[in-house]
């Protein structure tokens, strides 16, 4: 058995059902797992492990519900910089046919790396696209090897030009080996039980990639497995145009066509969703992963996240590929989800003179959506709070930086109101992956430079 102390945090942000905010707080964790949180003087006073976050705030572990690591490598690529959803991923996909195994791992650690010094602890990832014999194995390796907690999802590419799609006919998948490597992958990586560090989740990849056939048997496959579904959904009006045109169906429809709506389900984006669509959501309990930095760089929309809210839908965040953000900073996607939801709330009219209409979101509904949301999403009930039997997943962040400086005066809104700042110690079960603002399980340096190497490789 192993004990971790954590003491004098100035605030201990728990996120549980009562919302405590614990002034001169700590945990108390045992093998990974918190056993007891409150302040300071009520926790024991010794462990294996004591760290004293005096003069620091902590929080529940940030939790991405959508990303594509692989794109850390195409960056700002200049002929994608300013186009559309189609028009970015038909100049991509070419220069994403070079990708190797390699490249998947060094870019799953570059992604994870920056993730977990923005305070992230769990992340799940959308890879749909094998060339050269790469495999989601090579992604769930280098996970491990950095520590944060990985939601592994199977994608995949099955409707090429010559059939009506979109991606190139070279960088899609046959159907059968599509479902039998999201069979082996599962029975292989899967882990059912609280503090798991891999889970795979089932993920063809958009309406406008896959065929209908597809959708149906992975929902199939994955609800006699006990997996999760994801895709992305509604994210641009080029999409409600594609479904309508190829399956008689906008693409909410559509999803309940192919038995694609449930609580083991969570669509990408939904931008381009109406109020009754909203409703049917909240009334199947499927979740929604919210990619503001995304949709603004695609120009895709803004989606109406504080009306998903009100209706109760499970939202959590998502900081995309790393080609449509170009970062992996989820502490910066926390800020920029409450300024877009205000900005959208202006434009459909709501203000904070409004009696009868949703408020402003809030910086502590911002920090929700970024850990119980994210949980409630990915269907994990042992993550997203800090509360005994919880996993011990959280971040710290030190009040005396220049970041802070006159935001005191309520510092958990000044961690989403103020500029976003690396974590200065990142857990994932009790596990310090980031401390004192440094990675901690390999060297940052090295990484940087094999995968910079990795990506001129693929656009020369």
């Given at each position: 058995m192993t004990t971790l102390l954590v003491k004098h945090a100035d605030v201990v942000v728990t996120m549980d059902d009562r919302r405590r905010e614990i002034p001169g707080g700590g945990l108390f964790v045992r093998d990974g797992f918190i056993e007891q949180v409150g302040p300071t003087g009520e926790l024991p006073t010794e462990a294996d492990k004591v760290l004293d976050l005096?003069?620091?705030?902590?929080?529940?572990?940030?939790?991405?519900?959508?990303?594509?690591?692989?794109?850390t490598l195409t960056r700002a690529v200049p002929p994608a910089q300013d186009a559309n959803l189609f028009g970015w991923?038909?100049?991509?996909?070419?220069?994403?046919?070079?990708?190797?195994?390699?490249?998947?791992?060094?870019?799953?650690?570059?992604?994870?790396?920056?993730?977990?010094?923005?305070?992230?602890?769990?992340a799940s990832d959308h890879l749909?696209?094998?060339?050269?014999?790469?495999?989601?194995?090579?992604?769930?390796?280098?996970?491990?090897?950095?520590?944060?907690?990985?939601?592994?999802?199977?994608?995949?590419?099955?409707?090429?030009e010559s059939q009506g799609g979109l991606p190139p006919d070279r960088v899609v998948e046959t159907e059968e080996n599509i479902l039998r490597e999201s069979q082996r992958l599962i029975e292989t990586y899967h882990d059912p039980n609280p503090g798991a560090m891999t889970q795979v989740?089932?993920?063809?990849?958009?309406?406008?990639?896959?065929?209908?056939?597809?959708?149906?048997?992975?929902?199939?496959?994955?609800?006699?497995?006990?997996?999760?579904?994801?895709?992305?959904?509604?994210?641009?009006?080029?999409?409600?145009?594609?479904?309508?045109?190829?399956?008689?169906?906008k693409?909410?429809?559509?999803?309940?066509?192919?038995?694609?709506?449930?609580?083991?389900?969570?669509?990408?984006?939904?931008?381009?969703?109406?109020?009754?669509?909203?409703?049917?959501?909240?009334?199947?309990?499927?979740?929604?992963?919210?990619?503001?930095?995304?949709?603004?760089?695609?120009?895709?929309?803004?989606?109406?996240?504080?009306?998903?809210?009100?209706?109760?839908?499970?939202?959590?965040?998502?900081?995309?590929?790393s080609a449509s953000n170009d970062g992996s900073n989820l502490l910066a996607e926390t800020r920029l989800a409450m300024l877009l939801s205000r900005v959208g709330a202006g434009e459909a009219g709501f203000s904070l003179s409004s009696d009868h209409l949703p408020p402003l979101m809030t910086a502590r509904t911002a920090l929700e959506i970024a850990t119980r949301g994210g949980a409630a999403v990915l269907g994990r009930s042992d993550i997203g709070s800090l509360e005994p039997g919880k996993c011990?997943?959280?971040?710290?962040?030190?009040?005396?930086?220049?970041?802070?400086?006159?935001?005191?005066?309520?510092?958990?809104?000044?961690?989403?109101?103020?500029?976003?700042?690396?974590?200065?110690?990142?857990?994932?079960?009790?596990?310090l992956v980031v401390e004192k603002r440094q990675l901690t399980t390999l060297d940052l340096?090295?990484?940087?430079?094999?995968?910079?190497?990795?990506?001129?490789?693929?656009?020369?």
């Amino acid at each position: 058995m192993t004990t971790l102390l954590v003491k004098h945090a100035d605030v201990v942000v728990t996120m549980d059902d009562r919302r405590r905010e614990i002034p001169g707080g700590g945990l108390f964790v045992r093998d990974g797992f918190i056993e007891q949180v409150g302040p300071t003087g009520e926790l024991p006073t010794e462990a294996d492990k004591v760290l004293d976050l005096r003069g620091h705030i902590l929080l529940p572990g940030l939790i991405n519900t959508h990303h594509h690591f692989y794109q850390t490598l195409t960056r700002a690529v200049p002929p994608a910089q300013d186009a559309n959803l189609f028009g970015w991923l038909t100049t991509l996909y070419p220069i994403w046919a070079g990708i190797t195994p390699e490249d998947i791992y060094i870019s799953t650690q570059t992604a994870l790396a920056e993730l977990a010094l923005s305070g992230c602890t769990t992340a799940s990832d959308h890879l749909y696209i094998y060339p050269n014999g790469a495999r989601l194995d090579d992604e769930i390796a280098a996970a491990l090897e950095i520590g944060v907690r990985l939601q592994a999802s199977r994608g995949s590419m099955s409707l090429g030009e010559s059939q009506g799609g979109l991606p190139p006919d070279r960088v899609v998948e046959t159907e059968e080996n599509i479902l039998r490597e999201s069979q082996r992958l599962i029975e292989t990586y899967h882990d059912p039980n609280p503090g798991a560090m891999t889970q795979v989740v089932l993920a063809p990849c958009s309406p406008f990639s896959v065929t209908t056939d597809l959708m149906r048997e992975s929902a199939r496959l994955a609800r006699a497995y006990g997996v999760h579904l994801h895709t992305h959904l509604a994210e641009t009006e080029d999409e409600d145009e594609f479904c309508l045109s190829k399956f008689g169906h906008k693409p909410v429809a559509y999803m309940e066509t192919v038995d694609w709506l449930g609580e083991d389900v969570w669509f990408a984006h939904s931008v381009h969703v109406t109020s009754e669509e909203i409703k049917l959501y909240a009334r199947t309990g499927c979740g929604v992963a919210h990619c503001p930095a995304s949709n603004m760089r695609l120009a895709s929309g803004i989606a109406p996240i504080v009306e998903m809210l009100t209706a109760g839908v499970k939202v959590g965040l998502g900081v995309d590929g790393s080609a449509s953000n170009d970062g992996s900073n989820l502490l910066a996607e926390t800020r920029l989800a409450m300024l877009l939801s205000r900005v959208g709330a202006g434009e459909a009219g709501f203000s904070l003179s409004s009696d009868h209409l949703p408020p402003l979101m809030t910086a502590r509904t911002a920090l929700e959506i970024a850990t119980r949301g994210g949980a409630a999403v990915l269907g994990r009930s042992d993550i997203g709070s800090l509360e005994p039997g919880k996993c011990a997943d959280f971040f710290a962040l030190d009040l005396t930086r220049i970041e802070f400086a006159g935001g005191l005066h309520d510092p958990v809104a000044s961690v989403v109101f103020c500029s976003p700042m690396k974590a200065d110690f990142t857990a994932v079960g009790g596990r310090l992956v980031v401390e004192k603002r440094q990675l901690t399980t390999l060297d940052l340096p090295t990484l940087i430079q094999k995968h910079n190497a990795a990506a001129r490789r693929l656009l020369n």
